[in-house]
């Protein structure tokens, strides 16, 4: 069964820091690039950056709006993956999302198939 | 950045009827190396994460009802609920991934009528 499960998410002040967790099983983590997709209340879905797999040479890449604030890195031996978050401000209040796309060397093989339920950052004062 | 845009915003529709989503990407989606458009259809309920229905454009993922299709290729994209049910109440996205950054469209409210 593949289960995602994110945490680390609460109430954070403004310009405060914030590191969440993706831990993942039932599939073949170190194959797969791990996504943080964010939602804000009542809103749409926002890609946050990726990390690629051991293959890719852990490449990351992440939105353009988050002006180098936020850095996603990995453990492949604890199937866990990392989002930290700086210099947070009001507007990243959101439901962090984790998921995945598997990745057979260069190629993408699936699109966002396991999400986790998300965890909640709120940043306010 | 691949715009998707989505048209209607929300739809209502009767119980049984079809229900039809359109999306358009700013760019092709489309890889000619392999003959694939990335492009996926996902459906939000309500405090649920989403959940991908369709993959490269019309590839329906596992248990997913067939009620449900993806169709298009290039720039222009439809989702179809060919008989609405009462549970397909939900939002719906479409999604690029042929590009980074990944984005999505602004999604697709449908309600029953």
């Known amino acids: 069964e593949v289960q995602v499960v994110e945490s680390g998410g609460g109430l954070v002040q403004p310009g405060g820091s914030l590191k969440l967790s993706c831990a993942a099983s039932?599939?073949?983590?170190?194959?797969?690039?791990i996504h943080w997709v964010r939602q804000a209340s009542g809103k749409g879905l926002e890609w946050v950056g990726r990390?690629?797999?051991?293959?890719?040479?852990?490449?990351?890449a992440y939105a353009a709006s988050l002006r180098g604030r936020f850095t996603i890195s990995r453990d492949d031996s604890k199937n866990t993956a990392y989002l930290q978050m700086n210099s947070l401000e009001t507007e990243d209040t959101a439901v962090y999302y984790c998921t995945r796309l598997a990745e057979l060397g260069p190629s993408v093989t699936t699109d966002f198939d396991y999400w986790g339920q998300g965890t909640l950052v709120t940043v306010s004062s | 950045d691949i715009v998707m845009t989505q048209f209607p915003d929300s739809l209502a529709v009767s119980l049984g009827e079809r229900a039809t989503i359109n999306c358009r990407s700013s760019?092709?989606?489309?890889?000619?190396?392999?003959?694939?458009?990335?492009l996926g259809w996902y459906q939000q309920k309500p405090g649920q994460p989403p959940k991908l229905l369709i993959s490269?454009?019309?590839t329906r993922e596992f248990g997913v009802p067939d009620r449900f299709s993806g169709s298009g290729s290039g720039t222009d994209f439809t989702l179809t609920i060919s008989s609405l049910q009462a549970e397909d109440v939900a939002v719906y996205y479409c999604?690029?991934?042929?590009?980074?950054?990944?984005?999505f469209g602004g999604g697709t409210k449908v309600e029953i009528k």
């Open positions: 039932g599939f073949v983590f170190s194959d797969s690039g």
């Open positions: 999604q690029q991934y042929y590009a980074i950054p990944i984005t």
């Open positions: 760019q092709n989606v489309f890889y000619r190396s392999n003959n694939r458009n990335y």
């Open positions: 490269w454009a019309s």
């Open positions: 990390i690629r797999s051991k293959s890719n040479n852990y490449a990351t």
